[in-house]
């Protein structure tokens, strides 16, 4: 890794850890680490990958929403960031790529992913994934524990599907998750008709 891409994720890592970000105590081991590792293998199915964009991609893709959880989906909030990349000795041409995949990666409720760059449908993919691999979904239920269980496994559900039709577009990373969604869409209500057969 290159220095810039270590004081990245340094500054990355230091934010996650401040307690007003909501997510302060699991965010950087249960997502952006199992996102990190997800993005390396898939690198091994796809080695035209820019590499370097997707590192940083890795640990840039939730700025907004760790910097400013009420506007995660509000894209000036990454433009904010760039003085910081600047500082840790990025090229502009190196922001500009990585600001105009983290614009494609935040519209992928308006946009088709699988029509974005490699590096981005990468991403989404790994980001997407994450959430099926660890305790993602058991985190939800303890932060928001004052929620009706019914209320909180349809927002589980949501989330599934939003992961599923929207965001994981890589085939080997889909073909990996596939038993994981059938257990978790179990877990949130969604229930064999027979379970002995």
Not at 75 to 88: D, G, H, N, Q, Y
Not at 134 to 142: D, L, N, Q, R, T
Not at 166 to 179: D, S
């Amino acid at each position: 890794m290159n220095p810039e891409l270590r004081l990245l994720k340094s500054e990355i890592i230091r934010l996650c850890s401040y307690p007003r970000f909501i997510h302060h105590q699991w965010f950087v081991k249960y997502h952006l680490e199992i996102v990190e590792r997800i993005v390396n293998e898939a690198c091994q199915f796809y080695p035209k990958a820019d590499q370097e964009l997707l590192q940083g991609l890795i640990w840039m893709h939730d700025y907004a929403k760790i910097v400013d959880f009420e506007k995660k989906d509000d894209f000036t909030v990454f433009e904010k960031a760039i003085p910081m990349l600047t500082s840790f000795g990025f090229t502009t041409d190196y922001i500009s790529r990585q600001m105009k995949a983290l614009s494609q990666i935040e519209n992928k409720l308006k946009e088709d992913i699988n029509k974005a760059p490699l590096e981005v449908k990468i991403l989404s993919s790994a980001d997407g994934a994450s959430h099926f691999f660890g305790p993602f979904f058991e985190i939800y239920f303890a932060e928001n524990s004052s929620l009706p269980i019914e209320e909180l496994m349809l927002s589980n559900l949501k989330k599934i599907d939003k992961d599923v039709t929207r965001k994981i577009v890589i085939p080997e990373i889909m073909k990996a998750v596939q038993t994981r969604i059938k257990f978790l869409k179990e877990q949130n209500g969604i229930l064999p008709k027979r379970y002995l057969s």
